[in-house]
């Protein structure tokens, strides 16, 4: 496969009263053609600092990064009428319609005026095109930015949280425009909180905590890396579940806990053989099901950002940003 | 061309300029409908009037003459004690020429009004200007249009174009029929004469040198705006410029007795431009000579030394706001 988008060692660094914060550390990522590639990362992380970068918005301290197979930012304008984006929350001029908006977008680059009854139309906002776009809502406005990333038909579209502001049917549609144009040969980057919609909808995943990368690959292999090898139990009820607990670890299982009304065995592999176990004592067991790892929980892993009880975790603050230097304000 | 002509659209659709032209062609329709209104035509039915005027006035001051000498005559220590010392009217004391009705007299007013029309339309196009790139920057419009168009100097030189070259556009069609206004009153309401070839080419160029003003004030609104990335910021810096030379550094250049403080006021400059010279004289300065005895000295402001100090100003704001918007990140 091509590789559509390349960053490799990319780093940007921000000086100020308060010290050096490095927002990229030699952050990598490769998208491949065709892929709807999802870039996840917690708040700070540098996912829009990564997408700003690549889009020519802010000057990189290091690194390579190239679009489509050239070089950017040097070859940006050769290759910028074939990426569409929308970066961060969509942004218009309030007193234009969205027809206004996007004509003009067509004007500036050069794309036919038809495109824009055509991409109103697709995501949905035909019917309020004259509409000034101050009168939109939050899922108007987002639904009117991707209209502007689509305007072109672009080959890569980067799209930083698409579905922000939108109704449950505005994120199915979305999702099933992501597919869609997948499908037309169209390689699409989603910068998204919403990871059940990122594992529904993504081939791949490149994962960035502290400027980053903590994870790279398909959603299937990822996933695969953090599989989970416990196991859900309950027993009839009236068992005293402290004591099977007991009678699992006398027998082996490395990790029992217990949780509320039903025990979690890690470390198991087979989990028949707590079945057998607890049989041997006529406990007999009413549920056994292996806790399925979801990209949830890997991200809160990778990124060590799960919350925990009595804690405030502040927004720099994840796995990587201990080093000093490294994610918050450092020297 | 295609951003070119994207740019002039914008332009033109922005209601908040359509708005401040309509204010501006307002002023500038009350300012000639008072010009119409406060002046007649002169021809010798007038004359005659303003002489029996002028006669009736003399007589009536004579008769009182003649009464306050009597009332000396009877009490002269109320006079001072000199009968012969008071004032006795004569007949060019009441020159039928200060009972003529006001006429427009075209070659004598109409640079007034041509510095008018500069002042009103410059104060605009420093407002559209600061307006037209500010409200871009704030509302997000700059970063979608560099997302489409990655080439910073040339999207915001564009932006300078389009937006001069309208005003320039605008300010000529005015200045035109500012013109033709104009000699309209002056052939209802006063005096065409002394319009030979020279005077004509002497109020073509004043009326250059207002489209110049008007372009130099546009573009420094522009670039001021495009430097802050914020209307606020060129009508902040117009503010402080006004509170900070033309009150608070004028005000104490006076007292502090400096020669020719005035040359800090803005307006000086102006009228320096517009009517080719101003001449600033130093009442605490003396230029002694045997036949005049002591003159204040004078300093004399031409229209090149006023061109040479826009000039310097739009190097420096148009080239600090191409400077900043090339080195700057767009966060």
Known sequence: MT????????????????????????????????????????NGSGKTTTLRT????????GGRMAVLGRAVPEHLPEVAGLVGAIVESPQFFGNFTAKDTLSLLADAGGVDQRRVYAVLEL?????????????????MKQRLAVASALLKEPMLLILDEPANGLDPGGIREMRTLMRNLSESGMTVVLSSHILGEVQLICDSVTIIAAGRRVAAGSVADVLAQHRSTSTRVRVEPGIDLPAVAEVLRAAGAPQVTLEGDHLIVAGVDRPAWITWVLSQREVWVSE???????????????????????????????????????????? | MSLYRAETRRLVKRRFARWLLIGGLLV??????????TNRQVGPEQIAEAKATAEANYQENLRYAE?????????????????????????????????MPSTFDFKEKFRDMITTLAAILGLAAFVVGASYVGAEWTSGGMMNLLLWRPQRLRVLGTKLAAFLVTLGGLAVV??????????????LRGSMSGMTAGAWQSTVLTELRAVVLILVAGALGFGLAALGRHTALALGAAVGVIIVFQFGLVTVLSMAQVPYAEAWLLPIWVMAWMNKEIKLQNYNGCDFSATAGCQPPELTLTWPMAGGLMAVALVLVVGAAMWTMRSRDIT
């Not at chain 1, 019917?127 to 000034?132: E, F, G, L, P, Q």
């Open chain 1, 3 to 42: 590789a559509v988008l390349e960053i490799a060692g990319l780093q940007k660094t921000y000086r100020s009263r308060k010290g050096i914060r490095r927002a990229l550390d030699g952050f990598d990522m490769v998208v491949e053609a065709g892929q709807v590639h999802g870039f996840l990362g917690p």
């Open chain 1, 54 to 61: 690549l889009l020519g918005l802010i000057k990189p301290n």
């Open chain 1, 123 to 139: 995501v949905g906002l035909r019917d309020r095109a004259t509409d000034r776009v101050k009168t939109y809502s939050l899922g």
């Open chain 1, 288 to 331: 056994l099901s292996p806790i399925t790892v979801d990209l949830e929980s890997v991200f809160l892993e990778l990124t060590g950002t799960a919350p925990v009880d009595g804690e405030h975790r502040q927004v720099d603050q994840t796995a990587l940003a201990t080093a000093p230097g490294r994610g918050g304000w450092g020297q």
């Open chain 2, 28 to 37: 500038l329709t009350a300012v000639a409908l008072g010009t119409a209104f």
């Open chain 2, 67 to 99: 009464q306050e000498r009597q009332r000396c005559e009877q009490d002269p220590s109320q006079y001072g004690g000199d009968c012969a010392q008071l004032w006795t009217p004569t007949r060019e004391d009441f020159s039928y020429t200060q009972f």
């Open chain 2, 174 to 187: 005015l200045s035109a029929v500012w013109t033709g206004i104009f000699v309209l009153i002056a052939n």
